[in-house]
């Protein structure tokens, strides 16, 4: 009779689907593999390990061959993934089938727009070492997505290392090939445990507590050298969260001043602040009558309250609160604009919005701001545009009156235009939020959360909201396909960043051109062109702070309540074939029940950002 090592080789020679079974293929008799219990801690795991692929102490194959994709309880397939500098990284260099001691490979999923997985990425290094069991134990993490969400590319992948440091091999996966191990839809990172000496997937474990991922390591190494199951770990929580849970919170502390803007000279001049203001309510630079504060009221916490703003026309997007929006990598839903001042540029001259241009604009301020003006300017006294044949009383590029000035009118025109945009941005960052019953929570008040909020902010965990929407603004300035209902007067879906780069792309006044003050004028993104598949229907995390007067919500404003919110995350956003929406739901929204969504709107209703009075 064969004994099981000798069966094994000899199926090896005959077919590869056979080896598949002896390695634990859903045709054969594998182990069990561990369900992915989050935090709950460690469910169901292999009885016994599975077979060994060494012979008398030599690989009896090369790698095990995977005719399959990634899956739980299956080989692996190997893979070979970019790594750092452009390096292979092979999987099937983790493969040691004759690894005397039990030896595990952790592969991590992670994003880098991701707020658990920069936790992960900045703590778990005692964690994994704690276990004392380094030399069992490879950590080999898989960057899904950049910042932004993009796929990630070489930088991206230079930046998160950096962070995660020398013990960590890093490789780019912008196809998110472990997604099929994970045994439900589980926030990211999720975690993978790989026996090296079959390549076989263990289990996968998504978000764990760092006592529940130490555990789990010990937990399969066990397991695999035929060793006693170790107990179940002690969670240790404070006021009901784990020490991950609390890692998070305390970085949502309220934001202070917003950073430095090297882009605008006058970011943080008194004066330019001070006129900006005056430009922000004005009224009479649009032919129109309307002015930023229009849309952006400070008694509607700078926003308007309505679902789609109403300019000159309505708008086909909701108009967000800007009390924060000094402290954002992007502007607009789409990310359409790079700053707060390129962003300033945009309204005045749509015909939806204020109706103005830019020749009026500057002939306002002429007449009216001009004292003001060269005080906070003056690198660039105002030009004499009193002789109406050069400067005529309306037109902006694009227009006949426009088309028709000297290459220098136009330019001093738009020097001033451009910096009433720097102005109006020195009055934004001065806006401030006061702090919320989060921020009394966070700094030690354990009753400034009532039960219910704390059973919500415990449901923002367990369903993953705290992926996207992590930081001092609770948000990743990242952009996300969640199928929120369009705003288009015609019902149509809104593009949403895949036409924001493209207008990005096209822009006249960006951070690469002359009118940035940066020393070296550059453009924030990598140029894309044209944007990926993944960006359809993708919009820009908003900040919670606001929350819930910041409603209607979402970019098309169709969501009165945060429990329609709320079920629209439970639902994993509107149905494939809904037309008021474009794009696919990303894999890691996960769906949950209607319980979990009833308890979201007790934490979401304490996210108040009201702003201090403006001066
Ligand atoms: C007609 C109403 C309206 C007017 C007038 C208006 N806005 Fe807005 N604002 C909006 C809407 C709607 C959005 C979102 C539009 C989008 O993303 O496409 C927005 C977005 C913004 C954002 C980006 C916020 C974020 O989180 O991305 C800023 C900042 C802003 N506006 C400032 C201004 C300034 C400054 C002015 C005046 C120069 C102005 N707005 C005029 C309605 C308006
Ligand atoms: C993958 C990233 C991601 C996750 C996970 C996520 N959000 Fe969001 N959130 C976004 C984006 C992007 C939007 C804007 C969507 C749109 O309008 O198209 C948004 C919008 C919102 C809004 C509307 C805010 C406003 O002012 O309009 C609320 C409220 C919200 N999310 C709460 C949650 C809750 C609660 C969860 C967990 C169930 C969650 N989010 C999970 C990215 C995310």
Redesign the pocket.
Known sequence: MFDKKQLFVVLTLTSASALGAACGDDTGAGPTPVTDAGDAGDAAAPEAGPASLCVDGKPAVAYPPAPHAVDIARTLPPLELVGEGGATVKLADYFEPCAPKAKVLVVRAMAAWCGPCLWNADNTKSVLDRTTVASQLRVLDLLVADEDNLPPDAAALTRYKARVGADVTVALDPAFTFRPAQTSALPLPVYYFVDVRTMQVLSSISDPAPETLASRLLVELALLDGLPRPPLPRVAVDDGFSENQWGLLRAMTLPGAPPPDPTNEYADDPGAAALGKQL?FDTALSPNA???S???DPAKELG?GVA????VAK?D????N?AL?SH?R?????G?AEN?WT??LG??EDS???GSTRLYIAHQIAQRYQAAYDAVFTKYPLPDLSDAARFPATGKPGDAAWQGMTAADQDAVTRIYVNMGKA?AAF?RTFRVKPNALDRYIAGDRAALAPAAKEGLASFFKSGCHQCHWGPRLTNDAFHVLRFPTGKQDGTADRGRADGVAKLLGAELHLGTKWSDAQKPVRPFVELSPPPPSMVGAF?T??LRGLPKSGPYG?GGRFTTLAEVAKHYGDRGLEPNDPRAAGTVEPWVPNFDTSEQARLPAFLDVLTGEPEPIN
Not at 308 to 311: A, E, I, R, V
Not at 317 to 320: A, G, I, L, T, V
Not at 330 to 334: I, L, N
Request: hydrophobic residues 35%.
């Open positions: 922000f309307v002015a930023c229009t849309c952006h308007d789609q703003s109403l300019g708008v997007r909701n108009s967000p800007i929006s954002a992007w502007q607009f839903w789409d359409r707060l962003q300033a309204p005045p939806k919005e204020i109006i934004e820009k908003p900040t970019h």
